[in-house]
């Protein structure tokens, strides 16, 4: 969703925030802007691409030292000019992250001190508190700290004034923002990767933190005024890495990373002998020792990737696990059990309803808490007392493939960590167990060679307007993500069920007309699911069958199939049979022509309910 990159330095700073924002623009957006200081304010906004904003900034040859910059992602008011930021009042001007939630309060507030509205945002309101608070004090830092004590809901602010040439002020509380640290220089975003390209030293603000940035200076306050220290990180991210390469999406290259994705998330384990609860966290084994059950919070498709860990978790380690849609289970009365593991999943850390979620499950007394997020000092990273970080690298293309995966990695390694504190493991089937996860990445690998196959069937998927994709057991969850990738990416409707379900329902909805995808692994439901394709064929539906090689489906006219190399991969074919699913929504979205990355409506980071 929304993203702010600020810079003072002593060269121009716009290049640097317009390709702060093109890096961030995966997030999710429909209009940008920024504002520099060079004399007075110059303020440019668009509607659209940050690319049209850099046209516009090169037409109206903007320069200068110090700047704001921001891709908005309409919450309140339409994405128009008007409602993009930054938004101004006086010589000061806000960009800002996240959703007031009393700014209809403060708005007739402000309008009866005299200030009017340009906008229809939630974000205007902040601009006109904070210059209330300017005229009596005339210090910018001052008057954002006292403005921001009166906001209610989540905040990531950048603030600057035409008074104060030198000086970035910025503040936090519910959204990310961050401190990048240059020579000479400095830079305040929402992402660490907008800023790579000048620097990897990063502080990142806690909740309430407000700071006062110059060319030479940080200083961090917290909610109470007081000045902190915050400690430096170098971020592991390189500036290349979000480079799309010889791909032609980032899609594209995210799904053919997921070999190496998996080998770095995977590598704290394959390098042991042994199962180890620290992977977790130092004091995970005593933390995990105590738990009788798992809860899984989560969203979109880190939601079908706790699914898929309820399965292994009830029948490796023998615990009872459930996953929530992170959004539900805040609002609705549960039972809580101060001995449950709570699992967040996230590929970005800072997806407010799970954010939520965890806090409410906190509330209740549950405080065994475990995040599985590819985001180190993500806000979920830092509330949860155990932490699992999968190493996918940036995932830029909106539609999750790698963190996916990556995150399935991390779950089947929680899962053999509590078998085992459990006593479910023998000590053969612990090496079998790490055995096969190391061979996974060069399976992996096997898959991916299938993309021609999987190409060819997204052919005869162009013109569908439905689809049906059908698993089993474990499977199911990945059938629920194949579904979810299509409508995602190709806006095809798709839905999923287990292929017991069939007959229940959805095969009302079966005939020429609706593609039936199944994933068929060769488990112990292969018999039943054969069952279930005939209920499909028999009612003139095409099949396409992901199936591994030795499960005995053989192609006809009406049943295509593809088969994965070699049998049955055991509790790790989840992982292996996403992947030509992926492979699949992304060549029908080639298709259907759409914009593979940024699907319409939808964002990378949900920071708002
Ligand atoms: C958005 C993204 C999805 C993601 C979901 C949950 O909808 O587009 O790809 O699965 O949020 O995000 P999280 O960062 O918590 O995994």
Request: proline share 4%; aromatic share 6%.
């Amino acid at each position: 969703m929304c993203g702010i990159v600020g810079a003072v330095a002593q060269r121009n700073v716009v290049p640097i925030l317009l390709e702060g924002l093109r890096r961030l623009e995966y997030r999710g957006y429909d209009s940008a802007g920024l504002v520099i200081i060079n004399g007075g304010l110059q303020r440019v906004r668009s509607i659209g691409r940050v690319a049209s904003l850099t046209a516009d900034c090169a037409a109206q040859q903007v320069h200068g030292h110090i700047g704001i910059a921001h891709t908005r992602w309409a919450t309140h008011g339409a994405p128009t000019e008007s409602n993009a930021h930054p938004h101004v009042s006086g010589g000061l001007a806000v960009v800002h992250n996240g959703i007031i939630e009393n700014h209809e309060e403060l708005r007739s507030r402000l309008k009866g001190a005299g200030f009017s509205f340009a906008s229809e945002t939630d974000t205007e309101v902040i601009a006109h508190l904070i210059e209330l608070y300017y005229r009596q004090s005339k210090d910018l830092l001052d008057a954002t700290r006292k403005a921001a004590a009166e906001l209610e809901g989540a905040y990531a602010i950048g603030v600057v004034s035409e008074d104060s040439p030198n000086r970035l002020v910025c503040a936090r509380k519910g959204s990310p923002l961050l401190i990048g640290l240059g020579i000479e220089e400095n830079f305040i975003a929402s992402d660490v990767s907008a800023l790579l390209p000048v620097t990897q030293r990063v502080m990142y603000l806690e909740e309430g933190d407000v700071a006062d940035i110059g060319l030479l200076s940080v200083n961090v306050f917290d909610a109470a005024g007081n000045k902190v220290d915050r400690s430096v990180h170098i971020s592991e991210l390189s500036a290349d890495m979000a480079e799309l390469g010889n791909y032609r999406h980032f899609m594209q290259k995210e799904i053919h990373e997921q070999p190496r994705a998996l080998t770095d998330t995977l590598l704290i384990a394959v390098a042991q002998d042994h199962i180890q609860p620290e992977w977790f966290g130092f004091d995970a084994a005593e933390i995990l020792g105590k738990v009788d059950a798992v809860t899984f919070l989560a969203c979109g498709t880190s939601f079908h990737a706790a699914k898929v860990a309820t399965y292994w978790l009830e029948e490796i380690a023998g615990i009872p696990a459930h996953a929530e849609v992170a959004s539900e289970y805040r609002y609705r009365t549960s039972v809580p059990n101060p001995n449950a593991l709570i699992v967040t999943i996230s590929q970005s850390g800072e997806t407010a309803d799970t954010l939520a979620a965890l806090n409410h499950a906190k509330s209740l007394g549950q405080d065994k808490t475990l995040t599985i997020c590819n985001v180190p000092e993500s806000a979920l990273t830092r509330a949860s007392r155990l932490k699992f970080l999968t190493r996918a690298g940036p995932e830029i293309g909106v539609a999750s493939t790698k963190a996916f995966t990556t995150q399935l990695a991390g779950l089947f390694l929680l899962t053999l960590v509590l078998a085992k504190l459990r006593g479910r493991l023998t000590p053969a089937q612990e090496v079998e167990h790490l055995t096969a996860l190391r061979s996974l990445p060069n399976k992996l690998q096997q898959v991916l060679a299938l993309e021609p196959e999987v190409e060819a069937w997204s052919h005869r998927f162009a013109n569908k307007n439905h689809a049906l994709f059908l698993g089993r057991g474990v499977h199911y969850p990945i059938a629920l993500e194949g579904a979810l990738k299509l409508k995602e990416i190709s806006y095809i409707h798709a839905e999923a069920y287990p292929a017991g379900e069939l007959k229940h329902g959805p095969l009302a909805l079966v005939d020429e007309d609706m593609p039936v995808i199944t994933i068929a692994p060769n488990d112990q439901l292969i018999g039943k699911l054969k069952s279930n394709l005939q209920e499909v064929r028999a009612r003139g539906g095409e099949l396409y069958v992901i199936a591994d090689g030795d499960v005995g489906i053989e192609e006809s006219e009406f049943v295509h199939v593809i088969k994965l190399p070699g049998g049955h991969n055991g509790a790790l074919s989840p992982i292996l049979h996403t992947v030509p699913l992926q492979m699949l929504s992304y060549h029908a979205a080639l298709q259907k022509g759409t914009d593979v990355d940024k699907p319409r409506n939808l964002a990378k980071s949900v920071t708002v309910e």
